[in-house]
């Protein structure tokens, strides 16, 4: 066992998400960041509407470290809705984009978006295989 573990610089860059956040685009409502105590994990409390539809839920983003294995190499994240569906995403955040695939790293279905140069928007698209997807702007309240 490591002594004084420290969370990975990858999911350390996360910070930028943390707050309150109003989407516009193709899913319209509120997502909330906040760390869990000790900041190995960053969770995501999601309130939108989409495609007519309300998606509610928590996400917990974060390196996996099954018991007795060492800590994975991607920040990944299970999402969990008010209807029992479970979705598995990759983050990662390089300079000021953001890519969070669907699935696996490298998923055909990805979002992809870039922040302001003040940290207060996240601009940019879900792509979805076959030409699908939509636009999503992130303003932090």
Known sequence: ??????????LQALERLVGTWKVTGGAEGTVRYEWMPGRFFLLQHVDLTQFGQPVTGLEVIGHLH???????????????????????YVYELSADTLTIWAGAKGSPAYYQGTFSADGSTVTGAWTYPGGGGYASTMTRN
């Open 1 to 10: 066992m490591i002594e004084n573990p420290q969370p990975s610089v990858e």
């Open 66 to 88: 099954p018991f007795g294995e060492p800590v994975g190499d991607d920040v990944v994240s299970r999402f969990y809705d008010a209807v029992g569906n479970t979705f598995d």
